[in-house]
């Protein structure tokens, strides 16, 4: 059933996939409600960054998420991000949250921003750019991003990237999840 939660034991998350990530923009409504839930539970509540977690740029934005489910059937959100348009042919990713049990692997923020940058060529992007948390800047120049500036926005330290167009897409846009199931049994 769309929006239902599932009991996670020792936070093995592979165990009750079905085997496969679908990362593809929010169409449905509890995709919308689980893309704005789950920011509203990372930037809100946990890392208490935004005590409103919406602002403009949602009206023109394309929510990004990734779903899992249960029995072949997606119906979780456990990963989003958004992207919009400022000007034409300058694109920008934002809001890029992973449920906290699904963290661990780097896989889903990976296939996130894969699918964000990869969407937003496929419509005209020619420059895509991303404003980070500093803890993060490491990580995005393992996705082929690179720094323009530091900056300090809600009070803390942030990095203004830019992604490297010609390297996207730089995985699949549909992921398996199996690889990382057989290897925590294997």
Not at 61 to 73: E, L, Q, R
Request: overall charge negative.
């Amino acid at each position: 059933m769309p929006g239902s939660s599932f009991a996670l034991i020792d936070g093995d998350f592979a165990d009750f996939l079905a085997g496969d990530l679908l990362v593809k923009p929010a169409r449905e409504p509890w995709e919308k409600r689980g893309y704005y839930a789950l920011r509203r539970s990372v930037f809100s509540e946990e890392q208490q960054l935004l005590a409103q977690d919406k602002d403009s740029h949602d009206f023109q934005a394309t929510p990004i998420v990734a779903v899992a489910g249960s029995c072949g059937v997606a119906d979780r959100v456990i990963g989003a991000v958004r992207i919009y348009e400022q000007e034409p042919g300058l694109w920008y990713g934002g809001r890029l949250c992973v449920e906290k049990a699904y963290r661990r692997h780097g896989m889903i923020g990976k296939a996130l921003v894969n699918e964000a940058v990869s969407l937003a060529i496929d419509i005209g992007c020619q420059t895509f750019l991303a404003t980070v948390q500093l803890v993060n800047e490491s990580y995005f120049h393992s996705l082929h991003w690179h720094t323009l500036e530091h900056i300090e926005l809600l009070g803390q330290p942030h990095v203004l990237m830019q992604a490297e167009l010609s390297s996207y897409p730089f995985m699949p846009r549909e992921v398996s999840l199996l690889p990382l199931k057989a290897r925590r049994h294997g």
